[in-house]
T-cell receptor, first 112, second 114 residues
Framework: KAGVTQTPRYLIKTRGQQVTLSCSPI?????VSWYQQTPGQGLQFLFE???????NKGNFPGRFSGRQFSNSRSEMNVSTLELGDSALYLCASSAGQHNEQFFGPGTRLTVL | GQQLNQSPQSMFIQEGEDVSMNCTSS?????WLWYKQEPGEGPVLLIALYKAGELTSNGRLTAQFGITRKDSFLNISASIPSDVGIYFCAGPPAGGTSYGKLTFGQGTILTVHP
């Protein structure tokens, strides 16, 4: 079975721009979670989608949003980028049992 | 919010040595997960624990779910250079709405000297 894939792997943007990141979960997994990883804050939960519905959300500003499509693929969007948004953005998928999550390789976002 | 305290923060060991790291929480967890992350990659799930007192092995790795449900331990035996990486404990917060949300420890950076 193919693992979780994320595109693009690397992205450079400037302040004020917006960005869209994509995630394809493991086949059959319907839950997709997004995390932000930074050296200072570690891994922080952004939001989770299941069957195209956001079921849970972390403590991030409204500039961070996401969606899930009927094929379980998910995208997250960050608008009005700030320097502090530079991070590794990780997507994880789960079959929903026991909360085991399987991560993709991440998208490294650099905001200049 | 709930936090996981992971220790030690870093370890420098010689190849062949055994490694122990642990994770504690002020709240109970119903599941404990251990991940390893290498540079430029996402975390890889190593071991999942579901019951208090459970002891589970995956090759040279052994993890235990503490009986208080507030801690977990990971041991690596006979370390090798490819064990280098950052090890994270994680779990879904008990109670309330925790769909898809894992809380992570700060990570243990493991360096293995040949």
């Amino acid at each position: 079975k193919a693992g979780v894939t994320q595109t693009p792997r690397y992205l450079i943007k400037t302040r004020g721009q917006q960005v869209t990141l994509s995630c394809s979960p493991i086949s059959g997994h319907r839950s997709v979670s997004w995390y932000q990883q930074t050296p200072g804050q570690g891994l922080q939960f952004l939001f989770e989608y299941f069957s195209e519905t956001q079921r849970n959300k972390g403590n991030f500003p409204g500039r961070f949003s996401g969606r899930q499509f009927s094929n379980s693929r998910s995208e997250m969007n960050v608008s009005t980028l700030e320097l502090g948004d530079s991070a590794l953005y990780l997507c994880a998928s789960s079959a929903g049992q026991h909360n085991e999550q399987f991560f993709g390789p991440g998208t490294r976002l650099t905001v200049l | 919010g709930q936090q996981l305290n992971q220790s030690p923060q870093s370890m420098f060991i010689q190849e062949g040595e055994d490694v122990s790291m642990n994770c504690t929480s002020s709240s109970i967890f119903n599941t404990w997960l251990w991940y390893k992350q290498e540079p430029g990659e996402g975390p890889v799930l190593l071991i999942a624990l579901y019951k208090a007192g459970e002891l589970t092995s995956n090759g040279r790795l052994t993890a235990q779910f503490g009986i208080t449900r507030k801690d977990s331990f990971l041991n690596i035996s006979a370390s090798i250079p490819s064990d280098v990486g950052i090890y994270f404990c994680a779990g879904p917060p008990a109670g309330g709405t925790s769909y898809g949300k894992l809380t992570f420890g700060q990570g243990t950076i493991l360096t293995v000297h040949p």
